[in-house]
């Protein structure tokens, strides 16, 4: 069991880097209205929020289930989880905001799958840090690994949405955009209740 949590964790890791050095960045290295398109210029510090939040989630996370780290460094472990709560919340409200406000230029179904997205990452962080106040420190670890599926939501959105089989079977963002939203997030959640 310790090797599969350490293969997961691992390969989780190199998926967060690589997704950062390639998705994320280059919103930070090409500022600049060609590559932001009108889409998201005139929203760009929403986007910066949801970016740099999302990131710093996504990288931070993973050190939070490492039940050796945690027994070694408690005090980091504690620190990073405040900074990865704080980071969410950003990352969240900005995301929020997006789905309102640049998301329906796309269409309704769209706007309204990353709307509850963003939202249950909101809440998921929420109870899993009031769990924590409240000292239920299983029902706290359970809320952090959810809200880590959620975070990792984003990328599995990004592999799901240019898969080739998936592009052949619906063409458009339009058509698959939305689908492609729910299924990152409710199909990684549902097996993590499962085991």
């Given at each position: 069991?310790?090797?599969l949590?350490?293969?997961?964790?691992?390969?989780?890791?190199?998926?967060?880097?690589?997704?950062?050095?390639?998705?994320?960045l280059?919103?930070?290295?090409?500022?600049?209205?060609?590559?932001?398109?009108?889409?998201?210029?005139?929203n760009k510090r929403?986007?910066?929020?949801?970016?740099?939040?999302?990131?710093?989630?996504l990288?931070?996370?993973?050190f939070q289930?490492s039940?050796?780290?945690?027994?070694?460094?408690?005090?980091?472990?504690?620190?990073l989880?405040k900074?990865?709560?704080?980071?969410?919340?950003i990352?969240?409200?900005?995301?929020?905001y997006?789905?309102?406000?640049?998301?329906?230029?796309?269409?309704?179904?769209w706007?309204v799958?990353?709307f509850?997205?963003?939202?249950?990452w909101?809440?998921?962080?929420l109870?899993?840090?009031?769990?924590?106040?409240?000292?239920?420190?299983?029902q706290?670890?359970?809320?952090?690994?959810?809200?880590?599926?959620?975070?990792?939501?984003?990328?599995?959105?990004?592999i799901?949405n240019?898969?080739?089989?998936i592009?052949?079977?619906?063409?458009?963002?339009?058509?698959?955009?939305?689908?492609c939203?729910?299924?990152?997030?409710?199909?990684?959640?549902?097996?993590?209740?499962v085991l």
């Amino acid at each position: 069991m310790t090797t599969l949590k350490t293969t997961s964790l691992s390969i989780l890791v190199f998926i967060a880097l690589y997704f950062v050095i390639d998705r994320v960045l280059p919103y930070f290295f090409k500022f600049n209205f060609e590559y932001y398109k009108d889409y998201y210029w005139s929203n760009k510090r929403w986007l910066v929020g949801h970016l740099l939040g999302g990131a710093l989630a996504l990288l931070i996370g993973h050190f939070q289930f490492s039940t050796k780290f945690r027994n070694r460094f408690l005090k980091t472990h504690r620190n990073l989880g405040k900074l990865f709560i704080i980071a969410i919340i950003i990352a969240s409200l900005s995301a929020l905001y997006m789905s309102i406000y640049v998301a329906p230029q796309v269409n309704i179904s769209w706007s309204v799958s990353l709307f509850v997205l963003a939202l249950v990452w909101l809440v998921s962080v929420l109870i899993a840090y009031r769990a924590n106040l409240l000292r239920r420190l299983l029902q706290h670890n359970e809320w952090m690994i959810r809200t880590y599926i959620i975070t990792v939501a984003f990328v599995v959105f990004r592999i799901l949405n240019e898969n080739p089989f998936i592009r052949d079977l619906m063409p458009t963002l339009e058509e698959r955009g939305a689908t492609c939203i729910w299924l990152s997030w409710t199909v990684p959640l549902f097996f993590s209740e499962v085991l």
